[in-house]
């Protein structure tokens, strides 16, 4: 190996040396400046993956050859098209097989959930979640709290990171549960905070939770595809997710959802039902009376959104190819890499707010910067780089290990290094 870790040579022999380098080639990359961009932004859209065509093209075919006989006759029959998501999403989130299933998207399932685990008394009505979530999980929370006839303000209760830092300690979150935990209902974390890419310890947060005695979901956004999870093990309640971020499966792809089996064999746990909740051997006897699945799939209402869950399929078989484990593995590395090269900066004034745990964080590093981010994002587009820009000054770069390359970080690196003082 070239001894300096600073030189393209060292970035092109470490991609020689990865396993997982030649699944770059399984994706499209985007077209900047006429050629490949530097895309470090599947925290916000994952890449496409060269099959996703042919697999909207097989129910395509499938639709125009038997019309409503494809519910049976399609190659992957459309009556029981959620089935072939269970396995691969059991495996990507360390769930059992009965408690996943793939639908709607990450909002909507965040509602659907709250309304299973968010039952609120006079006495216990609180929900605690952390402070800078994603907007819509905090929408959600507030109107949450306000179908049950409490004021959001008084409801819901946020942990943020201490005055002067820009990530939240598990001390503060357990002082919060015990402070509240004659009130609490559920707290509901993010599994990696989108923001600065804090990956919260979600079995010590059930543990807490738990001993408070309330209920504990996550939403996994930026997790999944991303950590290696445990959702069982961990004894989380419910969690959900999308899937157009790390799994790449295209713009509004379908969500998932985890409820443990222990809310799903629970007779008294409420669902809203629809007829595609509803046991499957009865389901075309178009009865009275909602007889659900023995499976988290009783929370599905619709038959399942066909066209759009193809490219999740596609997609899905990639990681069932690869396995989470390696994926870790090298994104550890990459990541790694990553900051060793960009704290080695002595032109550009910026933070890295992202752990430097590598237990407490993903695939993504945010720079905050003190000047000239702007600056520097403009100059990162120029030269080809696809990153994300957040209000007020911070850059969010996810070197993926699926696709991305030592090469892609190290050319960042010399970006950034190229802008002036
Ligand atoms: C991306 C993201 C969303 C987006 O929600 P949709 O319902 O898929 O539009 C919500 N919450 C978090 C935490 C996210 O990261």
């Not at 093209?57 to 409503?68: F, H, I, P, R, S």
């Not at 809203?272 to 209402?301: I, N, V, Y």
């Not at 720079?367 to 403009?378: A, D, I, N, P, Q």
């Amino acid at each position: 190996m070239t001894g300096n870790k600073f030189s393209i040579e060292y970035a092109k022999e470490m991609d020689d040396a990865d396993k997982l380098s030649s699944y770059r080639s399984r994706f499209f990359h985007p077209q900047l400046h006429n050629k490949d961009a530097i895309y470090l932004c599947g925290n916000s859209l994952g890449l496409q993956p060269k099959t996703v065509k042919s697999f909207y093209e097989q129910e395509l075919n499938d639709w125009a050859k038997y019309g409503v006989e494809g519910h049976f006759e399609a190659k992957r029959p459309w009556f029981s098209y959620h089935h072939f998501f269970t396995k691969s999403l059991a495996k990507l989130v360390g769930a059992k097989e009965t408690e996943v299933v793939a639908m709607n998207s990450l909002t909507v399932n965040l509602h659907l959930l709250m309304l299973s685990f968010y039952r609120p008394t006079k006495q216990r009505y609180k929900i605690i979640m952390e402070a800078g979530a994603f907007p819509s999980d905090m929408y959600a929370m507030e109107t949450q709290a306000q179908l049950h006839g409490f004021n959001p303000e008084d409801a819901v209760i946020e942990i943020g990171p201490r005055k002067g830092e820009h990530t939240i300690r598990i001390e503060d979150i357990e002082a919060t549960i015990k402070k509240h935990k004659k009130n609490l209902a559920v707290v509901v974390f993010g599994g990696v905070n989108y923001y600065t890419g804090q990956f919260f310890d979600m079995k010590k947060i059930v543990e807490l939770t738990h001993e408070a005695g309330a209920i504990c979901g996550f939403d996994l956004a930026h997790a999944v595809g991303n950590k290696v999870l445990h959702l069982h093990d961990w004894k989380v309640d419910f969690a959900c997710w999308c899937s157009y971020k790390y799994l790449n499966s295209g713009p509004g792809a379908v969500g998932g959802i985890f409820v443990n089996e222990k809310h799903v064999k629970n007779k008294d746990t409420f669902r809203l039902a629809g007829w595609w909740g509803h046991d499957e051997k009865t389901r075309f006897k178009m009865k009275k009376g909602f007889k659900p699945t023995k499976t988290a799939e009783s929370w599905q209402m619709s038959n399942a959104q066909v066209l759009n869950m193809a490219a999740h399929r596609a997609s899905l078989d990639i990681f069932d190819e690869v396995g989470m484990d390696k994926l870790a593995e090298k994104s550890l590395a990459l990541t790694a890499y990553a900051e060793m090269l960009l704290l080695s900066l002595k032109n550009l004034k910026f933070e890295i707010i992202t752990p430097s745990n590598p237990l407490e964080r993903g695939c993504q590093l945010s720079l905050l910067f003190k000047s000239k981010g702007r600056e520097v994002f403009e100059k990162l587009q120029s030269k080809g780089v696809i990153a994300d820009w957040r209000e007020p000054n911070v850059i969010r770069i996810a070197p993926v290990p699926m696709y991305n390359s030592f090469e892609d970080v190290y050319t960042l690196y010399e970006i950034m290094k190229s802008v002036k003082k």
